[in-house]
């Protein structure tokens, strides 16, 4: 997906949700738990494989008033960063 938004290279994330291999809505549920236990500015590094988090988590972070900082193409999954409001 060309119109994604690319996460700085130099993110250094507070904690790691490993949500490799589950399907919607399961990373987005996830995700909510753990940006829960999170103090403000503090960042979540969400792994998955689910293509639909693509457009799930940017648009949650939206409603939500979290800052989503991008994502990064690894091997086999992607990482989302979000910073939590």
């Known amino acids: 997906m060309s119109d994604s938004k690319k996460a700085d290279e130099g993110i250094t994330a507070n904690a790691v949700l490993d949500a490799k291999g ?18 403000t500015g503090e960042i979540l590094q969400i792994d998955g494989t689910d293509p639909g988090s693509r457009n799930d988590i940017p648009g949650w972070c939206d409603r939500a008033g979290h800052e989503y900082l991008g994502e990064k193409e690894e091997t086999g999954y992607i990482s989302f960063f979000i910073k939590k409001g």
């Open 22 to 39: 589950l399907s919607c809505p399961m990373p987005l549920l996830r995700t909510k738990k753990e940006i829960g236990k999170l103090a």
